[in-house]
């Protein structure tokens, strides 16, 4: 190995919370190397957030005009999946080229180094057979990866992945999804409005088992009115690949699941083991790099974004980004909080949440109160119409007189979130959001309505 090359700072991988730092530290004045294994930008531009809503945005075009007849006149829809293809390679993705995010830290300042960082002890990380000393310290920003479940026949099947599904030139005839989280449940709906039959297995009692047993209604009910097969409380038992068709065998008698393509959306982990962080006294076992407030793990060590076991957000990931890049130059301000942590699953109808479910508040010992109203009870709603499914759902601190907690949704629930997103936030006591003037007739006019039926 060569001789050590000296950095202020060294920021292995460049996601979107990596790049914001390496690029903001070397705008500074500091002398910053990043390091990335696959593409400048990470999952998010590529494979996840940006190209799924135009997936998403072309589904629910279709949606939409599905629903002429019922309110406005006539209308024939003939799916084109060439043309959601080609805008995600032309317009998000450049073809997947990183080569505008490489130019973008360069003229900020920055050092590229392309490869697989590996801490190699305090302030020390190699990339292949180079070593980088950093004098301020390195910051962990490699993300996490898909978990693959060890399913019996699963292993060196074609199945596929976000990835695969985002770069899909073509949809399949038929798709079986594993997973009813987040990705597994919109990919599902996209695929199942071009045409492709979808089934989704979730092992859990309801899909987005995260989030509110409403939450998860509302996502079973608007799939299956698009065609999808929903099966929840299943489990895979045998999977196998026969070079043409998946078959997939459920745990329990019946007959199996046949479908051309099968997509992994079980949940994703990181590496610890691969960043060799034993190299700096932390357990390469564990799921994730914990953190104090200001995003220290260690001396001469911090880490952002999914690693850090707060969620596979990008919004989270940049939350992080700027608090460590303040501490790093020396101006540290209040520590990162996520009381309020904000997120969305972007089918149609779009599910928002903030901060605690109601399950959750009462596993705190927290005495509740609660209100779920219905979106189509609203004015706004009604005029709707078709496609109005959804709710706006309240979680109190009855002792604080705060929300604590909210979920939104309907045909607008992750911009309706935005509002509540700020309640719960700034700890707005429930007797001033009631004494608010809510614009008529609006979606989020809901959210009166429900804080007077908190009970």
Known sequence: ??????????????????EYVAGT???????????????????????????SKMMIRAGNLLAEARRVPALAGEAVVTPDWAKVAGRIRDEATDDWNDQVAADRLAAKGGRLVRGTGRLSGVRQVTVGDRRFEARRGVVLATGTRPRIPPVPGLEGTPYWTNRDAMAAKELPASMVVLGGGAIGVELAQVFA???CAVTVIEGQDRLLSQEEPEAGELAAQVLRADGVTVLTGARARQIGHDGTEFTVRLEGDGEPLRAERLLVATGRHADLAALAVDTVGLDPTAGVVHTD????????????????????FTHVSMYQAQIAVQDILGQPGPDADYRALPRVTFTDREIGAVGLTERQAREKGLRVRTSVLTTASSTRGWIHGPGNEGFIKLVEDADRGVL?????AGPAGGEVLYGLNVAVHAEVPVHRLRHMIYTYPTFHRTVEAALGALR
Do not use: K, N
């Not at 705008?27 to 910053?32: P, R, T």
């Open 404 to 408: 604590i907690g909210a979920t939104s």
């Open 293 to 312: 407030g200001q995003m220290r793990a260690g001396d001469g060590l911090w880490a952002v974004g999914d690693i850090t076991g707060h969620g596979a």
């Open 1 to 18: 190995m060569s001789a050590s090359e000296q950095a202020d700072v060294v920021v292995v991988g460049l996601g979107p919370g990596g």
């Open 25 to 51: 530290l070397a705008e500074a004045g500091l002398d910053v190397v990043g390091v990335e294994a696959e593409l400048v930008g990470g999952e998010c531009p590529y494979w996840g957030c940006v190209p």
């Open 193 to 195: 409005r071009f045409t």
